[in-house]
Nanobody, 121 residues
Framework: QVQLVESGGGLVQTGESLRLSCAASGTIFSISGMGWYRQAPGKQRELVAS???????NYSDSVKGRFTISRDNAKNTVYLQMNSLKVEDTAVYYCNAEVMRRFYSPLTTYWGQGTQVTVSS
């Protein structure tokens, strides 16, 4: 089995920064895409940012210019640097990874447990 372990969530004030980390472990040959999603109470889970193995990134319009996604392939880890945080960013943030567990095996999607990010005014 593959596990995704997240860290870095917490409580901050508006305008401050936070850095989330998510490390994948287990039987892993390689990881294709990785991403961050978030879900606020009463709302659908939405994509925040994603990054390919080669480093191409994609961001939701609401976080462009404020958040930066990056990854360290050697560590099977993805990061989300969140700057200029707003109250609207408050949500549970989930890490996601597309994993090839063995050579030429199908990709399987795994999710982290979620970490709470709360931004106060």
């Amino acid at each position: 089995q593959v596990q995704l372990v997240e860290s870095g969530g917490g409580l901050v004030q508006t305008g401050e920064s936070l850095r989330l980390s998510c490390a994948a472990s287990g039987t892993i040959f390689s990881i294709s895409g990785m991403g961050w999603y978030r879900q606020a109470p009463g709302k659908q889970r939405e994509l925040v940012a994603s990054v390919t193995r080669g480093g191409s990134t994609n961001y939701s319009d609401s976080v462009k210019g404020r958040f930066t996604i990056s990854r360290d392939n050697a560590k099977n880890t993805v990061y989300l640097q969140m700057n200029s945080l707003k109250v609207e960013d408050t949500a549970v943030y989930y890490c996601n990874a597309e994993v090839m567990r063995r050579f030429y095996s199908p990709l399987t999607t795994y999710w982290g447990q979620g970490t709470q990010v709360t931004v106060s005014s």
